[in-house]
């Protein structure tokens, strides 16, 4: 069962989380977030919050402190093929407490559908906090445009200016 390898990123000066719902093989790889070339995560919030797409991961960090964002996943370890969410089986749930006692988050985001059927089933009811959802910047969520997905990850920036 593969476990969560990736610490999650935050600062007491965090204002949102964004939640995957576990690693890519390639996110797993390389150690860090979004890693796969197609996701669109870099590329949207980056238009998002009107900078240029960072490239290197400590340029993302970088970005991520910048803007007040802190991310993680909802899943600590679990049993999953590849990086295919639809195999995703034998959940163990990321504790968000650390988090959430040492930042002022005040709005949880869940990156897409999978991420959004974990949170609810695993860590809304004990933290008490609603996780809005956000369509998945994952290349599998092919119907939606980076134009589209830039429109509605906006919510993003509403909450942190």
């Known amino acids: 069962m593969p476990q969560h390898p990736i610490p999650p990123l935050y600062d007491q000066n965090s204002k949102v989380l964004i939640l995957g719902s576990f690693p890519s093989v390639k996110s ?26 960072p490239k290197t991961i400590e340029e993302k960090s970088r970005f991520l402190h910048t803007n007040h964002i802190a991310l993680w996943d909802v899943i600590a370890s679990c049993d999953i093929t590849g990086s295919s969410d639809s195999s995703i089986k034998n959940v163990v749930p990321n504790d968000l407490t650390d988090i959430l006692s040492r930042a002022d988050i005040r709005q949880i985001f869940v990156n897409g559908r999978t991420a959004e059927k974990y949170y609810n089933r695993y860590i809304r009811d004990v933290i008490g906090r609603e996780a809005v959802c956000l369509p998945s910047t994952s290349p599998a969520n092919a119907g939606w445009s980076v134009e589209r997905l830039t429109q509605a990850w906006g919510a993003v920036r509403e909450v942190i200016w």
């Not at 150690?31 to 797409?53: C, D, I």
């Open 28 to 53: 797993r790889e390389q150690m860090f977030f979004y890693g796969h070339p197609q996701n669109r995560f870099w590329k949207v919030l980056s238009a998002v919050m009107g900078v240029e797409t």
